[in-house]
T-cell receptor, first 111, second 116 residues
């Protein structure tokens, strides 16, 4: 299936720093989702976005549905050690036949 | 609800053996997905069901893989015969609906399969 491109592939940051990552596609999506996967666990949904331009927050996390509907962004403010993990974007299209997942961004927070 | 439940959490088997992975979706969810995760290929959709009916199995690697959903609360993914390249983490996920307004897929904890 189609893969969404995420960048960066990995990040190493100091505790307290802000984090930005993005997800791009060549196709238009009507829903964008952001997941976090802790080691040894399944991905857990963080934020869901439904409209172009929508900005949604969940605690220190903020995600945006890109205006072109071909991209989405996730920001984490004031990172803490428990933010460590792999962040995946996912989306659905109008045909609604499956969830397309990104390649993932691995985040390491250095205390 | 306890969430999506998968068993076993870990499976080590010898090449050529049959392996069966099990999944209980969240009650009321109409969609069930099987994914495979590896470092090289990331998260790959293998097959998904809607109301117990297989909708898209184009991601199933080959005939050695089969999946069933005999009822709304149970699904299996079977590999027979297993090969070392099947080693991966297999996730089951369920969703209330797809498309516009979806609340996303909810994942189980996965089954880590090692074929030696």
């Amino acid at each position: 299936g189609q893969q969404l491109n995420q960048s960066p592939q990995s990040m190493f940051i100091q505790e307290g720093e802000d984090v930005s990552m993005n997800c791009t596609s060549s196709s238009i999506f009507n829903t964008w989702l952001w997941y976090k996967q802790d080691p040894g666990e399944g991905p857990v949904l963080l934020i869901a976005l439904y409209k172009a331009g929508e900005l949604t927050s969940n605690g220190r996390l903020t995600a945006q549905f890109g205006i072109t509907r071909k991209d989405s962004f996730l920001n984490i403010s004031a990172s803490i050690p428990s933010d460590v993990g792999i962040y995946f974007c996912a989306g659905t299209k109008n045909t609604g036949n499956q969830f397309y997942f990104g390649t993932g961004t691995s985040l390491t927070v250095i205390p | 609800d306890a969430g999506v439940i998968q068993s076993p959490r870990h499976e080590v088997t010898e090449m050529g053996q049959e392996v069966t992975l099990r999944c209980k979706p969240i009650s009321g969810h109409d969609y069930l997905f099987w994914y495979r995760q590896t470092m090289m290929r990331g998260l790959e959709l293998l097959i998904y069901f809607n109301n117990n009916v297989p909708i898209d199995d184009s991601g199933m690697p080959e005939d050695r893989f089969s999946a069933k959903m005999p009822n709304a609360s149970f699904s299996t993914l079977k590999i027979q015969p297993s090969e070392p390249r099947d080693s991966a983490v297999y996730f089951c996920a369920s969703s209330l609906r797809l498309g516009q307004g979806t609340t996303g897929a909810f994942f189980g904890q996965g089954t880590r399969l090692t074929v030696v």
